[in-house]
């Protein structure tokens, strides 16, 4: 099983550790509800060194994306901006998704599933090869995710601790990204779903648990350092456990379970993801998404329950037209209810029961997220 560069700091703060993905990781560190109100009400950090970091680059790295990918790079006008996409195989189903960063013309960066690791490698390099794009996984780096409405101001502390004298904070290096502009020379000028290096760090105002925060690569033997330093100002780790019932509230998709290889994008509530404009940008999955496009037989939605069983992936969704299955189900810390994600046919509306060991339980359709920040 691998570790990441935090290993050793997860043991010594007593955290659990458990097999995700091939990765040792931590799910808690005493209280997984404790550590979910920690993000929501203040700032959280999540080791996510497990999650791959790919840079891709040549002459036609752009034109390669854009057939890659089922959302299009060519929204990307600004270096430093971010695009949330699934990335297809030929039946129009989803391998997986990730982030992908505008770096320069000829660089772009990708973040992609520690769990689909070994096939996106596969697919992506060999879709590469005609486009002369080199593929590099950056196994010499980690990753560090700080979220919570309290989470920008107390990086930004960390920040200035952890660069210190090495390379003078102020001054992102000259990669290319927003080099000729001072719109970003601070990560706490960073608009929403962009990122920039400062030195030795990537910082991209992204994340997964529905909070404002970042999410920073740097090197696995700096990682440690960026860590300790967070923790002196002031935010508390978190483990998977908190991370996947942020990510729920949030109505975010877990891969393998909310949509699969099995599933397109338009029956995971992901239809927003696919850029179908230009009709001439040809992108892998494109004919079998085109020729099922409008004749959708599910739909991924919401599910408020009353009571306070929690609905697991696979219980039977019971609705007006039919019957459909969780995806994804807990119980929510921020509401005190159980929710849940389902895929149930297309037509599916108001009120529908959900089979829960034995019993049927009233349950409200409801459009994800959860849980909405004002």
């Not at 550790?17 to 931590?26: L, S």
């Not at 089922?70 to 695009?83: E, F």
Request: charge should be neutral; hydrophobic fraction near 40%; aromatic fraction near 8%.
């Amino acid at each position: 099983m691998k570790t990441t560069p935090l290993h050793d700091n997860h043991i010594a703060l007593g955290a659990r550790m458990v097999n995700f993905a091939d990765w040792r990781m931590p799910l808690h560190y005493g209280s997984q509800i404790a550590e979910h109100h920690q993000v929501r009400r203040d700032a959280g950090m999540f080791d996510v060194s497990h999650m791959t970091v790919l840079d891709l680059a040549g002459d036609q790295v752009r034109e390669f994306l854009r057939y890659l990918l089922a959302n299009d790079v060519a929204k990307l006008k600004r270096p430093g901006k971010a695009l949330y996409s699934c990335m297809l195989n030929e039946r129009g189903a989803v391998m997986d998704d990730l982030i992908v960063y505008f770096m320069n013309e000829n660089r772009f960066r990708m973040v992609v599933n520690a769990a689909t690791r070994e096939k996106d490698l596969a697919h992506i390099r060999k879709a590469a090869a005609p486009f002369a794009v080199a593929v590099r996984e950056c196994a010499d780096l980690a990753m560090i995710a700080v979220q919570g409405p309290n989470a920008r101001d107390k990086t930004h502390q960390a920040l200035v601790a952890f660069m210190d004298s090495r390379i003078p904070f102020l001054s992102p290096v000259s990669s290319g990204v927003n080099k000729d502009s001072d719109e970003a020379a601070t990560p706490a000028a960073l608009a929403p779903f962009f990122a920039r290096e400062y030195g030795e760090l990537f910082i991209a105002r992204t994340g997964y648990t529905g909070e404002d925060g970042y999410e920073m690569i740097v090197p696995a033997d700096r990682t440690a350092v960026l860590w300790r330093e967070l923790a002196d100002a002031g935010v508390k780790p978190v483990g998977l456990g908190a991370r996947d019932t942020l990510r729920l509230e949030a109505g975010m998709n877990l891969y393998g379970q909310d949509m699969t290889e099995d599933t397109s994008p338009l029956e995971s509530n992901l239809g927003w993801t696919v850029a179908f404009d230009p009709t001439d940008r040809d992108f892998i999955g494109r004919r079998a998404l085109d020729a099922r496009r409008g004749r959708e037989k599910y739909k991924l939605v919401g599910l408020r329950l009353e009571g306070r069983t929690i609905p697991r992936p696979h219980q039977k969704v019971l609705g007006n037209v039919g019957d459909g299955e969780i995806t994804s189900g807990s119980f929510s810390p921020t509401l005190d209810r159980a929710i849940a994600l389902a895929r149930v046919p297309v037509g599916t509306e108001g009120t529908c029961m959900v089979e829960v060991r034995g019993k049927q339980l009233p349950a409200t359709i409801v459009k994800p997220p959860f849980v909405r920040k004002t």
